[in-house]
């Protein structure tokens, strides 16, 4: 259940703006991974938030607008395919996170992470597990990342629809196996995420 005391205990004592970080777009097999920080409004509430994952698209686009008019303040990044495929995904997942903090408009002095790492930030932060379903913060973080890669998709389905990503999100589905098997990677594929494919070679 969401509620902000994680918040509340931060800003008791003495930090005035704590922001929520989250990501998405760590699993698939193409596009870049991205991050989102949220500064909100302590006690806010707006109807519907919750982790992104168990929300409608509709829903999630509804709040992605209501969290930036309402938000203190908020940020969204990204990191690139060359990155994730140069530092590996979960380097390259904290560098979207640090670039999403670094561009709020509103300074935080702290942060909650979700998930289990929280480490290299320039300022305090803490991991929280399952935080998209504890933090109002993090679950506005959460909306804001997966509706800006959602959208994404729909852009680099433009740019290579014979992948079919706006349907599968670049997910390693059956159909997006067989595209690749059929087509080979474009250069939006993350060389690290379709090793499968020189095996296949190997055969």
């Given at each position: 259940m969401l509620?902000?005391?994680?918040?509340?205990?931060?800003?008791?004592?003495?930090?005035?703006?704590?922001?929520?970080?989250?990501?998405?777009?760590?699993?698939?097999?193409?596009?870049?991974?991205?991050?989102?920080?949220?500064?909100?409004?302590?006690?806010?509430?707006?109807?519907?938030?919750n982790d992104s994952k168990k929300l409608t698209p509709k829903k999630r686009d509804k709040l992605f607008d209501l969290i930036r008019e309402h938000a203190i303040a908020y940020s969204i990044a990204s990191a690139s395919v060359e990155e994730i495929d140069e530092m590996n995904i979960l380097?390259?997942?904290?560098?979207?996170?640090r670039r999403a903090i670094d561009r709020l408009q509103i300074k935080a002095d702290y942060a909650l992470i979700d998930g289990n790492i929280a480490r290299d930030f320039p300022l305090p932060a803490k991991a929280v597990i399952g935080g998209d379903a504890i933090s109002p913060s993090i679950a506005a973080a959460s909306i804001l990342a997966k509706v800006a890669r959602d959208r994404d998709c729909i852009e680099l389905d433009r740019r290579y629809p014979q992948y079919g990503i706006a349907k599968h999100k670049g997910y390693g589905t059956k159909q997006h196996m067989e595209a690749l098997r059929t087509y080979g990677p474009s250069p939006i594929h993350r060389k690290q995420f379709i090793r499968f494919l020189n095996k296949d070679e190997d055969r």
């Open positions: 509620d902000y005391r994680l918040e509340k205990e931060l800003t008791a004592e003495g930090f005035a703006a704590v922001c929520g970080v989250d990501e998405a777009g760590r699993g698939p097999l193409c596009g870049p991974v991205f991050a989102a920080a949220c500064i909100l409004p302590i006690g806010l509430e707006l109807e519907g938030l380097e390259a997942d904290l560098l979207a996170m």
